[in-house]
């Protein structure tokens, strides 16, 4: 019924720069939170960036200064711009939200498909 799809990720040399863009849609009541996760094989997945409904946005340590999150509620969207990127952000990044479906349901976590970001010379 909610369907997250993100989307932005490709190949770029160290320095260069990324946005990635997710949108949310489908039956949905209200949206608490939105952000992006990333992941590398061997590793588990961990929170790079969110925002939360009252605009508050929260980094992992190592993007701070060269990530922006970012959210438009009125076209239910998040964006992740990346600029100075480095080798080591290299993995697969994905767009997460937490959302209520009713009025008097509670919270529940939506993950997109994933998208692929490669900082290699």
């Known amino acids: 019924q909610v369907q997250l799809v993100d989307s932005g990720g490709g190949l770029v040399q160290p320095g260069g720069s990324l946005r990635l863009s997710c949108a949310a849609s489908?039956?949905?009541?209200?949206?608490?939170?939105m952000g992006w996760y990333r992941q590398v094989p061997g590793k588990q997945r961990e929170l790079v960036a969110n925002?939360?409904?009252?605009?508050?946005?929260n980094y992992v340590e190592s993007v701070k200064g060269r990530f922006t999150i970012s959210r438009d509620n009125a076209k239910n969207m998040v964006y992740l711009q990346m600029n100075s990127l480095k080798p080591e952000d290299t993995a697969v990044y994905y767009c997460h939200a937490r959302i209520s479906l009713t009025k008097y349901s509670g919270v529940r976590d939506y993950w997109g498909q994933g998208t692929q970001v490669t900082v290699s010379s």
């Open positions: 925002i939360i409904s009252g605009g508050s946005a």
């Open positions: 489908g039956s949905i009541f209200s949206i608490y939170a």
